[in-house]
């Protein structure tokens, strides 16, 4: 009688879920980079610090499904003990108003913070969409001035700059969604419409990717997709689908002329007026400050898709073109959004809070720096101390020591010392600047080898003969003593930093 086989153990597989990536030294390290400009501007601007949970109740977040009960798709939900539903953080905005809801009476007024940090999103994950992404995000709580709305986008451009995106390669586009409202209201849509607003608002968002005929297929009746699957209309009548993109189109060559544009779309609606007049005061208010029509410009196309904004709407846009997956050019778009949200705080309140703010994608900037090249990718690994001689680890970490305390990034290589190749091998994989090395001889001579690993690589490509090899300092010998002074030459001649 055959055996039993033993069942091979069921191991889990080695992949993170669907939607969810690593990210290693690097890309950590230049995004660290990054908050730190963005937050320094924000600090500058008088904004302070705020680090709110990653996990708010789902009432909070006000994310349900009627008819289950229970929250719905966009967000990752679960029931604590106390069947109270509980869920990651869809966004920075919500945790801020019930952050302000709740610390209201401590909290100065108006309350200015700043947050960072991973917002999660049960979406469709797809090419460069993750379920896990950081945001940057700046906010003003508690002043309904439109001062506050213009310096949220003179913030918006002055961040933009410090990260690296110069003028030229970057418009912050301004709109106010009481002009929206105002049109809606000149064609016949009340509030009694709102799912039919929602789909205009939808609609108005892929205004930069369908042209007229294929956005009024989508407002009235409906069209099929490049795919052939039909996507239903929004049930506009024509004249009034009409008259939204009358709305869309009306940005003209410069501020001035986009005021007048949208005066004409509005009719004799209040609320419209009343988010004209508002433009007009952020437009003043920015030019004032000198930031001109060339960095920051009125722009009926933009409404935000978001339901919750009740005023002004940004938008930052990065306009230089890159390159799809098919090879097609294209403007890299959209970075950062925001808006005013007087209602956002009433939720937990019942009075009414006005607010308004801004938030940047910084995965996405980090991409838009990448593709245009203007990251740092100067070599930022440690300095490798090599180990000749096991027995003398304590001499390898006391000039680990010294390079740490002069502000040098170091470290002593912990493998197995007995291949020194793989030494080298393993401060090349680490973008070590410097290599250093002392076997015995070196130790009774008093000195100490240190290796342009940067420099080295470079040669290795460049140079053919051996005359020219020598010629180069990729490898030299120093006094011991000199060890850090000449270890912090080195890594200057080759690009990189000696900061910790």
């Not at 400050?289 to 930052?316: F, M, N």
């Not at 838009?368 to 440690?382: F, I, Q, S």
């Amino acid at each position: 009688m055959a055996k039993d086989k033993k069942k091979k153990p069921m191991r889990p597989k080695a992949l993170p879920p669907k939607g969810f990536r690593d990210y290693f030294g690097a890309e950590v390290s230049q995004r660290n980079e990054m908050l730190e400009a963005i937050t320094g501007v924000y600090h500058r601007y008088g904004f302070d610090a705020l680090e709110s949970s990653g996990v708010e109740t789902v009432e909070a977040l006000g994310k349900f499904l009627p008819d289950v009960d229970r929250p719905n798709a966009g967000v990752f939900a679960w029931q604590d003990e106390d069947d109270a539903w509980m869920a990651l953080r869809y966004d920075l905005t919500a945790p801020l108003a019930r952050v302000y809801a709740q610390h209201r009476n401590e909290l100065p007024t108006p309350y200015r913070r700043y947050s960072t940090g991973p917002v999660w999103r049960n979406e469709k994950p797809g090419p460069g969409r993750y379920r896990q992404f950081y945001q940057c995000d700046a906010d003003t709580v508690g002043s309904s001035s439109m001062a506050a709305d213009a310096e949220i986008c003179s913030l918006l451009s002055d961040t933009l700059e410090a990260v690296g995106i110069p003028r030229g390669d970057y418009i912050i586009r301004v709109n106010n969604r009481k002009v929206l409202d105002g049109v809606l209201e000149t064609i016949g849509l009340t509030e009694d419409n709102q799912d039919i607003k929602e789909g205009v608002l939808r609609t108005i968002d892929k205004a930069d990717k369908l042209d007229r005929q294929q956005l009024l297929a989508l407002l009235t009746s409906g069209r099929k997709d490049s795919s052939g699957a039909f996507i239903d209309g929004v049930g506009l009548q024509l004249q009034q689908a009409e008259g939204v993109l009358d709305f869309i189109a009306s940005t003209g060559g410069d501020n001035q002329e986009t005021l007048e544009l949208l005066s004409q779309v509005i009719g004799d609606s209040a609320i419209g007026q009343k988010g004209l007049e508002e433009l007009e005061e952020i437009a003043l208010l920015l030019k004032a400050q000198g930031y001109q029509e060339d960095r920051i410009k009125l722009d009926a196309s933009v409404v935000r898709g978001l339901g919750y904004y009740t005023g002004p709407v940004y938008e930052a846009e990065l306009t230089f073109e890159i390159l799809d997956e098919k090879g097609r050019k294209r403007q890299f778009g959209s970075v950062a959004g925001g808006g005013r949200y007087d209602d956002l705080v009433e939720r937990f309140t019942g009075q009414k809070v006005p607010a308004t703010g801004v938030s940047i994608g910084v995965d996405r900037l980090l991409a838009a720096l990448r593709e245009k090249g203007r990251m740092d990718h100067t070599a930022k690994g440690p300095v490798v101390v090599t180990v000749m001689d096991r027995d003398r680890m304590a001499d390898y970490q006391a000039m680990v020591a010294e390079l740490r305390n002069a502000g040098i990034r170091a470290e002593v290589y912990l493998g197995n010392p007995k291949n020194f190749g793989n030494q080298l091998k393993y401060a090349d994989k680490r973008e070590s600047p410097v290599a250093v090395i002392q076997g015995g001889d070196e130790l009774a001579a008093g000195v100490v080898q240190i290796k342009d690993l940067a420099l080295g690589a470079r040669l290795s490509a460049e140079i053919e003969t051996s005359e020219e090899w020598k010629a180069q300092p990729a490898q030299m010998e120093i006094k011991r003593a000199d060890l850090v002074a000449e270890v912090r030459a080195m890594i200057k001649r080759a690009g990189g930093e000696t900061d910790a």
